[in-house]
């Protein structure tokens, strides 16, 4: 119902959305009928290309429909359930397309047909990873107790089958949530015992990323020295991994805090333009908006607040969205319209339990109701929202940041033009 929901939001059957939506559609009912082990529909599988052929050429999610097209035509007579077959790693990456385009409900029905149709041993491989990604969908539109069971159910099959990796990777995930929920110290005990168990089994990018995840939990509760160790040693870990857009969000949010805006405005400028993944993009405009607060520049605050007005942000960006529009109307004395995107924010917080912004959104509703009994015109200096910490702690990564920013920029153009 996922999938007709979303052609019935579609604006037209002209957009790109609406033409995704329907190509991903067809692919799934073909995977179910080639799961029942008869012969494909010649006229499913010509729908299946024609609709593939409607895409824009650089959607998302465009190759990997492609790559399952190839594979069902090849496998046109329906399953065989002795044989391996690459239908199901086809999905999977049909649902990797759909996070990183930021289509989570979609991609909770695209890992959850690829769990179900899973039977031979080889299928069987990657379903704990399906779990992992059909969790983190549910994660972002805000169904934590849905997340924490797929958490659960993909550990303990990979647990069974003696599949270390995915297993860490899903304990990862776990620690994520609880600290979403603001349960810091459980997710804290989970990454120190991810680390123990990556390092000696020599699991490099598990490694990588359970220190890049200490790292956010160090920036939260500001210490942001250590935040910033644990994010370099993780982007040393993770060399050319698609991860390292992460850990660069990451470095830029703790150059931020500390006042060097030039530097994070540089990191999240090319994040936005250049990053793979959807939220990742929408990550650094929101950071930009911030900046454009920190920095006096309403025009550019603004800009991106309407530029973000619009977007389908998960549960957990659209809670920091409302609390930085807040944040930013009274940086611009305009209390009244920060009073109603405070209460956007706090609605948001709690009815998806994003604990972690407890404490920032008590410090904008103290500064709101200090704007609204102060009849003086406060001064620019007052208003602005101060960076925290130590300006002498950060210098030491200042240079490597730039570095790191401008090395992965090259990269990613390298990679661009290639494709």
């Given at each position: 119902?996922?999938y007709?929901?979303?052609?019935a939001?579609?604006?037209?059957?002209?957009?790109?959305t609406?033409?995704?939506?329907?190509?991903g559609?067809v692919g799934?009912?073909l995977?179910d009928?080639w799961?029942?082990g008869?012969?494909l529909?010649?006229?499913?599988i010509?729908?299946f290309?024609?609709?593939?052929?409607?895409?824009?050429?650089d959607?998302?999610?465009?190759?990997?429909?492609k790559?399952?097209?190839?594979t069902?035509?090849a496998?046109?007579?329906g399953?065989?359930?002795?044989?391996?077959?690459?239908?199901?790693?086809?999905?999977r990456d049909?649902?990797?397309?759909?996070w990183?385009g930021?289509?989570?409900t979609?991609g909770?029905?695209a890992?959850?047909t690829a769990?179900?149709h899973?039977?031979?041993?080889?299928?069987?491989?990657?379903?704990?990873s399906?779990?992992?990604?059909?969790?983190n969908c549910?994660r972002a539109i805000g169904?934590q107790?849905?997340a924490?069971e797929?958490?659960?159910?993909g550990?303990a099959?990979?647990?069974?089958?003696g599949?270390?990796a995915s297993?860490?990777h899903l304990?990862?995930s776990?620690?994520?949530l609880?600290?979403?929920?603001g349960n810091?110290?459980?997710?804290?005990r989970?990454?120190e015992?991810?680390l123990v168990?990556?390092?000696r089994a020599a699991?490099t990018h598990?490694?990588?990323r359970?220190?890049?995840d200490r790292?956010v939990i160090?920036?939260?509760?500001e210490?942001h020295?250590r935040?910033?160790?644990?994010f370099?040693?993780?982007?040393s870990a993770?060399?050319?991994h698609?991860?390292?857009?992460r850990?660069?969000?990451d470095i830029a949010?703790?150059?931020?805090?500390?006042g060097f805006l030039d530097?994070?405005r540089?990191?999240?400028r090319?994040?936005e333009?250049?990053s793979e993944?959807?939220?990742?993009?929408?990550?650094?405009?929101l950071?930009l908006m911030?900046?454009?607060?920190l920095d006096?520049?309403?025009?550019?605050?603004?800009f991106?607040r309407?530029k973000?007005?619009?977007v389908?942000?998960?549960?957990?960006?659209?809670?920091?969205?409302h609390?930085?529009?807040s944040?930013?109307?009274l940086r611009f004395?305009?209390?009244?319209l920060?009073?109603?995107?405070?209460?956007?924010?706090?609605?948001?917080a709690r009815?998806?339990?994003?604990?972690?912004?407890?404490e920032?959104?008590?410090?904008?509703?103290?500064?709101?109701?200090?704007?609204?009994?102060?009849s003086?015109?406060l001064p620019?200096?007052?208003?602005?929202?101060a960076?925290?910490g130590?300006?002498?702690?950060?210098?030491?990564?200042?240079e490597?940041?730039?570095?790191?920013?401008?090395e992965?920029?090259?990269?990613?153009?390298s990679?661009l033009?290639a494709?």
């Amino acid at each position: 119902m996922a999938y007709f929901r979303a052609l019935a939001d579609a604006p037209s059957e002209q957009c790109s959305t609406w033409r995704s939506t329907l190509a991903g559609l067809v692919g799934l009912r073909l995977v179910d009928a080639w799961a029942e082990g008869g012969p494909l529909p010649g006229a499913g599988i010509q729908a299946f290309e024609r609709a593939i052929n409607m895409m824009d050429v650089d959607a998302m999610e465009r190759p990997a429909l492609k790559r399952l097209s190839d594979t069902l035509l090849a496998e046109k007579c329906g399953r065989d359930a002795r044989a391996e077959s690459p239908v199901l790693e086809c999905l999977r990456d049909y649902g990797e397309s759909l996070w990183l385009g930021a289509e989570w409900t979609l991609g909770v029905d695209a890992c959850r047909t690829a769990i179900r149709h899973a039977v031979t041993p080889a299928d069987h491989t990657i379903v704990p990873s399906l779990y992992d990604r059909l969790g983190n969908c549910f994660r972002a539109i805000g169904r934590q107790d849905s997340a924490l069971e797929a958490f659960e159910t993909g550990r303990a099959l990979a647990s069974a089958r003696g599949d270390l990796a995915s297993e860490l990777h899903l304990r990862i995930s776990e620690a994520n949530l609880e600290e979403q929920l603001g349960n810091s110290g459980a997710a804290e005990r989970l990454l120190e015992e991810v680390l123990v168990d990556a390092e000696r089994a020599a699991l490099t990018h598990v490694r990588a990323r359970a220190l890049h995840d200490r790292g956010v939990i160090a920036y939260y509760r500001e210490d942001h020295g250590r935040a910033l160790s644990l994010f370099f040693q993780a982007l040393s870990a993770y060399g050319t991994h698609p991860r390292v857009e992460r850990v660069l969000a990451d470095i830029a949010m703790v150059v931020l805090e500390f006042g060097f805006l030039d530097i994070a405005r540089d990191a999240f400028r090319a994040l936005e333009i250049y990053s793979e993944e959807r939220v990742q993009r929408w990550t650094a405009a929101l950071n930009l908006m911030r900046i454009g607060v920190l920095d006096g520049d309403e025009a550019a605050f603004d800009f991106y607040r309407r530029k973000m007005a619009d977007v389908r942000l998960s549960a957990r960006l659209e809670a920091h969205y409302h609390l930085l529009v807040s944040e930013g109307w009274l940086r611009f004395d305009k209390p009244s319209l920060a009073h109603k995107a405070l209460n956007r924010a706090q609605h948001t917080a709690r009815r998806y339990k994003v604990n972690e912004l407890g404490e920032r959104l008590a410090h904008c509703l103290l500064d709101l109701q200090r704007a609204r009994t102060t009849s003086e015109r406060l001064p620019a200096a007052a208003r602005q929202i101060a960076p925290r910490g130590q300006a002498s702690d950060v210098r030491p990564f200042l240079e490597p940041t730039s570095a790191a920013v401008l090395e992965w920029r090259r990269v990613r153009q390298s990679q661009l033009i290639a494709a």
